[in-house]
């Protein structure tokens, strides 16, 4: 099971914002994260926390481009954490390997074709909308059903964008328009997810639903996801934390 590490370009993300909102403490932040064994650093420069605004198109290339380049000179494999194909593509440009689309190219009706002509792994995230509002989203008859079959119709739209299917990676969205016991159904389900043919990839890293009372404080609970995921077939989690996460895989 490989293990993405977080790199959050930005002021405001939820659990690490502003630690690393410059080059240096960004490229410091990476080049750690390489020496603790991560298989992939996974690149934002746009918070999704709930309730946040969007930044512009100039600014989030402002924050990742550079962090990409200089990253890329020391052989790190690293994916652009970004909803817009223009992003994805200046990102894989400068050295990005995978783009990670938390909207499954719901937000840019440019990203699946971009992703398909780019020819790189895209992952597919389930989502209803942007962090501004999606907390009204979470509303479920049956919230694997549903979130399977949500994921269904972007893996066809992907599928239809020309993405190769050796190409796809899914995610389902833990924590974007689902309250705490949704997210925990779901990781309660995590074998139905896999059963669906695709790489799994689980980014629950510090989120509320862990408990604590600020991000920090839930780590360890982190960690403990991190050790009960790791028999049950997914692909990779995406952590704030490498090293301990490493550790607990065998790694």
Do not use: C
């Not at 962090?67 to 223009?86: C, N």
């Not at 962090?131 to 059903?145: H, I, L, T």
């Not at 689902?178 to 890293?205: R, T």
């Amino acid at each position: 099971m490989i293990v993405m590490g977080i790199l959050n370009v930005t002021p405001d993300s939820f659990a690490d914002g502003g630690r690393h909102n410059n080059l240096d403490a960004a490229v410091k932040r990476g080049l750690e994260m390489l020496t603790e064994g991560v298989d992939i650093i996974d690149i934002g420069g746009e918070s999704t926390k709930p309730g946040v605004e969007r930044v512009s198109e100039i600014e989030e290339l402002a924050r990742v481009i550079p962090v990409i380049t200089e990253l890329a000179k020391h052989g790190a494999r690293m994916s652009i954490d970004t909803m817009r194909a223009s992003t994805a593509s200046a990102a894989v440009a400068a050295g990005a390997a995978i783009i990670n689309d938390v909207s499954s190219g719901l937000a840019d009706p440019e990203m699946l074709p971009t992703a398909g002509a780019l020819g790189v792994p895209y992952i597919a995230m389930h989502w209803r909308g942007h962090s501004k509002d999606m907390n009204s989203r979470a509303v479920y008859d049956d919230v694997v059903k549903d979130v399977i079959s949500e994921l269904q119709e972007r893996i066809s739209a992907a599928l239809d964008a020309g993405i190769s299917k050796d190409h796809l990676i899914i995610d389902p969205g833990i924590g974007f328009a689902k309250d705490a016991h949704h997210n925990w159904e779901i990781i309660d389900s995590i074998e139905d997810f896999v059963a669906m043919g695709y790489p799994v990839l689980i980014g629950a890293s510090r989120k509320r639903f862990l408990g604590g009372d600020n991000p920090d404080s839930r780590e360890a609970a982190t960690i403990e996801l991190t050790k009960r995921l790791s028999t049950s077939g997914i692909w990779g989690v995406r952590v704030h934390s490498v090293k301990p996460h490493k550790e607990v895989l065998g790694a």
